[in-house]
Structure formats: structure tokens, C-alpha cells
DNA sequence: CACTAGAA
DNA sequence: TTCTAGTGG
């Protein structure tokens, strides 16, 4: 879970074509754990080969990132390393509720209540290594440069766009922001439907651009009293005051301008060590400049040895995105050549 | 969530 | 051709 603190952004609908050229990075754990949340057959468990394994992860990544490849658009995925210290207590929560959605799920199996089973399946659902070592092996298979940060993917991503290493980086949440990220994609899928959370119903919703410093200026804060803000309310690496939203937290730096100001306003001045050792975080993660962004030939004998003869997928569908991907390679080469003569 | 066959 | 319901793995 994110600082929320997006009601405070406003964001500007973009259409697939602004992204045509364009280097987009993707908090790969983000779109992993979507992927195993909502593709789910009618039961509500997550689709499977015949031995078990979990495939909606493989089929998400192979549909979607295909479906952007043919747009032009060039995928990086990033990649979580080693949480920080600080994450452990929200790790640990999520852990629980997860257990307790688990829980839920096998006592709604025994009434036999389809939605709730539906509801507590997704939300018991759990990304372990197998699922994140065979998305990357299927990213590679498909030519897609992934990136391993040495902690928080978004992070990592937020530097890269720094870096001008990409042009976007696309997420759900706004934790990119706080991490200095100045553009943020959201909503970006291929049939421009998003699940609305604890419901089993789909939206229309179009893909939308954040450009943070707009948001700055139009609130009237800089970076730093944007990260204060989301600190007040919480994020994943400190716990926020009780009963501050966005609006609150907007407001009570507007009047003391630090959230050292508002804590001590509080006379709660012994969460300020906490607060500013998330706050160090946020501004110098852990990242690294060790990665090369490379776009290779999709390799149809590899895709189709592990998803078709280890996963059970379709061959035809396979060998359909195989040949997307590189036919849209090619044009891509031909018209950076055609710009040289 | 994305794909696809069949309906409209 | 476009839309919907059902399947995929």
C-alpha cells in the first residue's frame, strides 16, 4: 500500500500513441502481483498448468508487455532487491492480513459462497520467488531488459527517469513520486479496464500522465513538503499521525511548512527520529547505475519449451506474440534506419 | 487481465 | 465490423 496521497494529483488523460518511441519503466513487482490478484478463471484461484504451478503472472507478462512492444513502446522491468529495515513492520502486516484473508477464503469454500471466495482468494494471493525468477526468465526469453535494484523498484525507477534513462515510469500507486519520480503513468493496460478494488467488477478507465511539478506548483509545496505530507499520512516505511488524509496533511504543512513543525505542534516530537530516517530513505535510496537497457529478438524456441511444453500454453498463442514482438522490432529498425538515409 | 469465438 | 461472454492455464 502506497502513501495515499493521490487525491492531492491531478493527472491528464494520454492516449497508447503519446507513448509510440517512448522507454517506459514498470515496477515489475507492482504489475506481477495485478497480474496474480486479478487473472483468475471463474472459481477465483489463479489459473495453473496442470501440475499446479501458477501461470497468470506468465500469461499477463506475455500478453500485455507484448501488446506495448506492437504499440512502440519500450518495456523495462524493474525489480525489487532486499526491502529495507524500515518496510519490515508493513511487510508484516500484509503477511497477516494475507493469513487472515486465507483464513476467510477456506471458511467461505465450506458455505460455498462464490463471491466471497472470489474476494478472499485474491486477496490471500502471495507472490513467492518461483513467480518473480519466472517472470524475469520470461521478460529475458522475450527480449525485454529488466533491472534489479539493489532495494525498492520504484526507486530504482525514479532514478533511471532521473537519469533520463527512461522517459516514464508507469504505476499504480504514487510511491514513485515520494522517491522523486517527475512522471508517472498510470492505468496503462492493453483493454483499458481496471479492477475496482474488493469488487469483482471492471471499469473503463484511460491511461493518465502525472507530471509532479505541475502538482507542486499548482499546491503551492515543493518536493520536500510533498514527502512531509506523505509522511504525516503514512507510507510504507514509517507509520502516519491517526486521522491525517491527504487533505489534512496538505493542510498542516501549508501552516507549519515541516513536518518537524507539525509533530512538535502535536507534542508528538518523539516520532521525528522516525519520521526522518523515512525520510532519508525516500531521498537517497539504495539504487544503482549497473544496468544496460537492450531490446532483443524475442526467442520463440525457449518461449514455447517453457510456456507451451512446461506451462501448458497455447502454441499458437506463443508463437503469435513471438511474432509480434519481432515483427514490430523490425519495423522499428526500419524506420531508424530510414531517419539515417 | 487479455484473448477469442460467436452474437449482434 | 463491434461487442459480449466465456476461457485461458
Known sequence: MGADIGDLLERDEISAKDLDGKIVAFDAFNVIYQFV???????????????????????????????????????????????????????????????????????AVEKGDTAEIYKYAQASARIDPQVIDESKMLLSMMGIPIVESPSEGEAQAAFMLEQKSVDYVSSQDYDAF????????????????????????????????VDFQKNLARLGITKEQFIDIALLVGTDFNKGLERVGAKTGLKLIR?????????????????????????????????????????????????????????????????????????????KKKTTLDQWF
Request: proline share 5%.
Open 37 to 107: 490478484t486479478t487473472i483468475r478463471g471463474r472459481d477465483g484461484q489463479a489459473l495453473t498448468d496442470t501440475n499446479g504451478n501458477i501461470t497468470s503472472h506468465l500469461a499477463g507478462l506475455l500478453y500485455r508487455t507484448t501488446s506495448f512492444v506492437e504499440s512502440g513502446i519500450k518495456p523495462v522491468f524493474v525489480f525489487d532487491g532486499e526491502p529495507p529495515e524500515l518496510k519490515a513492520e508493513t511487510i508484516e502486516k500484509r503477511r497477516e492480513l494475507r493469513d487472515k484473508a486465507h483464513e476467510k477464503w477456506k471458511l
Open 178 to 209: 515520494i522517491f522523486g519520480a517527475p512522471l508517472v503513468i498510470r492505468n496503462l493496460t492493453v483493454s483499458g479496464k481496471r479492477k475496482l478494488p474488493g469488487k469483482n467488477v471492471y471499469v473503463d478507465v484511460a491511461p493518465e500522465k
Open 255 to 331: 501552516e507549519k511548512g515541516t513536518f518537524e513543525a507539525v509533530l512538535r505542534s502535536k507534542e508528538k516530537e518523539d516520532l521525528i527520529p522516525e519520521f526522518q530516517k523515512a525520510k532519508a530513505f525516500f531521498e537517497h535510496p539504495p539504487v544503482t547505475r549497473d544496468y544496460v537497457l537492450r531490446w532483443e529478438k524475442a526467442d520463440a524456441d525457449k518461449m514455447v519449451e517453457f510456456l507451451c511444453r512446461k506451462r501448458d500454453f497455447s502454441d499458437d498463442r506463443v508463437l503469435n506474440a513471438c511474432q509480434k514482438i519481432n515483427a514490430a522490432r523490425m519495423a
